[in-house]
Structures are given as C-alpha cells and as structure tokens.
C-alpha cells in the first residue's frame, strides 16, 4: 500500500494544535511537561492512557484538564465496587407508550472517557471496556453500536498495594498504549499551584482551544508518518528482548510493538517532523512496555524491578544506525 507523507502545511497545524492543547493543560497542570507532552501523544496517537499513582497528586485533575482543552464530548465514570457492565456501556429499555425499545447510551459514547480509579471495580466491570478499547465499539443486547473518533479513555488508578483495589486482567492492561506516573511537583509548582487555586478553580476558566474532528484530523496525519524498516525493526527487537529475558514471565505482545510505533509517530509529529528517529521510540519505550510486563519468580525472589530490567533490555537492544531513518525524497511510502 502506498500513501503520501504528510506535507509541511500538515505538520505545522498537527504542531499547532498539539502545542496549544499542551499549553492549555499546562495553565492547570504546573511543572510537568513531560507528563503532559506524553499525554498529547497518546491522544494523537488514538490510544489509551492509564494514569497510576497514590491519591491526591493530579490525576483525575490531568484527564479533566484533556477533555476540558478540547471540544469534544466527555463522559466520566467513578469505579466503584458495585459498578455494573451496563452502567458503563448502556442498557436497552422497553417505551410501553410507544411499543418499541430504546437504547439509552452509557457513558463510553464520548470522544473522551474518564474512568476514575479503574482498579475499584470488579474484573467483570473492567472487561466491559476490552472491546470499546480495541474495536471502538460496544455490544449491547446484540446489537453492535460504533463509538465516536477520536475515542480516548483516560483511567486513573491508586497502586495494587491499597485497600479496596482490584488487579486489572492482563487483557486490559495491554489495551492502555501507556501507563504514566504523575509523582509529587517540585516545591515551586506546588507553589505555583496554591497560588493558582486560593481564589477559584483554574479548570473553571479553561476553554477548548480544539475540537474533536481537528484532532480525528491530526491522529490521521500522524499514522502517515514515514517509519525506516530499520526503525520497524527496532521496535520488534526491543518487544523480542522482552518475551526472551529469564528476569519476565510475561513480555511484550504485538500489539505493545504496534502502539509503540504509533507513539513514536505522534511524538516525532508534534516536534515537527515527518520520519521517526529511535529517541522516540527510546522515549516511549518505558511507558508503553512496562505496565505489560510481569517479572518472573527469580526477579521477584532478587527484588529485580521491571523497570530495571526494560533498563537493561534497552541496553543491549541494537540502535538503527543514523543516516538510515530519515524519510525518503519521494513522499510516498510503501
């Protein structure tokens, strides 16, 4: 299949509307600007993000903050216990007035999903969402109903460690693109920050600086993208180390090597660009690999973090050698 790359016009509004999203995010979110870099990536890349971390540092504040930047249609869900598969997707009800039965949509129809602490419902609750997450879609009573672009869902969860909370199933985890930490700021934005919130709600005044068929419109150009076989190969040898290193029981499947292809794109797209070099996979590599992955017995007996041994992984993985990534002259690929 052959298709154009993207033209230079293409670019600068993907790295326009992506900068003035980012900057928006950035008036709320202070001093984390690589979280919100990658964040951007993973909606321009139409995937879906898992924001980890204890309560309180910002996490359902990042997802507000996304769906508040962009004209786009929002539905939030609060994980709980109790939550039922059709609280999430809809139910099917019967209009004795007018004889007939009528669909009324749960709130996975919306361009953005924000599924706070996923982790507090039950594993039946959070496999309702396997296939809204894989085919855009949902099943109900039957009937198949296609979900709007773009489709993001955006969930929080607290660790495994606290109370109350459930493992997601490995099916679900390799349906996120990437796991991201939020952490504790630095003490000058968590300054910044109670100064920006002594007087009023700093997402109170947000206005969408986007909408929703922009950004269908910039995940388009960036899957066009040129990606080198060298860099193709790359990322499958990176996944390969992964599935072969004693220290994991678990490595990374295909669909881990495909998200981290279109990752690298998005990323390498917002800065302009129209090939993938291997800082963007590099860059990516951490937050969409390690929530897959699941350290073996020796790793867990040794105290080897998963984290340590993607480290290593990366390490000792082959780097496409320069000059061999850039996109051809002729802006068409195969």
């Known amino acids: 299949m052959v298709h154009a790359l993207p033209t230079t016009n293409e670019l600068e509004d ?16 202070s001093g984390r600007e690589d979280l919100v870099r990658l964040t951007v990536a993973v909606l321009l890349a139409e995937g879906h993000l898992l924001l980890e971390d204890v309560p309180g540092v910002g996490k359902t504040t990042l997802a507000k903050v996304l769906g508040r ?3 786009c249609t929002v539905g939030r869900i609060q994980f709980t216990p109790d939550l039922l598969p059709s609280d999430l997707t809809g ?7 007018q004889h007939e039965f009528e669909f009324r949509r749960g709130p ?12 507090r419902a039950s594993p039946k609750t959070q496999s309702a969402l396997l296939e809204c997450m894989q ?6 009573d039957g009937t198949t109903y296609q979900l709007p672009r773009p489709f993001l869902v955006l969930a929080t969860q607290n660790p495994i460690e606290m109370e109350g909370t459930y493992a997601l199933p490995e099916a679900q985890r390799d349906r996120f693109m990437a796991r991201l930490s939020v952490g504790y700021p630095s003490r000058e934005a968590e300054v910044e920050m109670l100064d ?11 206005v969408p600086v986007t909408t929703a068929d922009e950004v269908a419109r910039m995940v388009g150009i960036a899957r066009r993208l040129y990606a080198a076989p060298g860099i193709k190969q790359y990322v499958v040898d990176l996944a390969e180390a992964t599935r072969t290193d004693p220290m994991l029981r678990l490595g990374a499947s295909p669909r ?4 981290l292809l279109r990752g690298a794109k998005a990323l390498a797209a917002m800065q302009g660009r129209d090939h993938v070099l291997p800082d963007d996979v590099q860059a990516l590599a951490e937050p969409v690999l390690s929530h897959r992955l699941l350290p073996s017995t020796d790793a867990r007996l040794s105290g080897h973090t998963v984290a340590q041994t993607l480290e290593a992984v990366l390490a000792r993985t082959p780097v496409p050698v320069a000059g061999r990534v850039a996109a051809p002259d002729a802006r068409a690929i195969g």
């Open 91 to 97: 139910v099917t009800i019967y209009r004795a007035e």
């Open 256 to 259: 881990a090597g495909i998200q």
């Open 69 to 71: 930047s962009i004209d």
């Open 14 to 29: 993907l790295a326009e509307v992506s900068s003035s999203i980012r900057a928006s995010m950035e008036t709320v979110i």
């Open 135 to 140: 085919e855009s879609q949902a099943t109900v």
């Open 196 to 206: 920006r919130q002594e007087e009023a709600d700093p997402l109170s005044h947000l």
């Open 108 to 119: 996975v129809f919306a361009n953005i999903v924000i599924g706070d602490e996923i982790n």
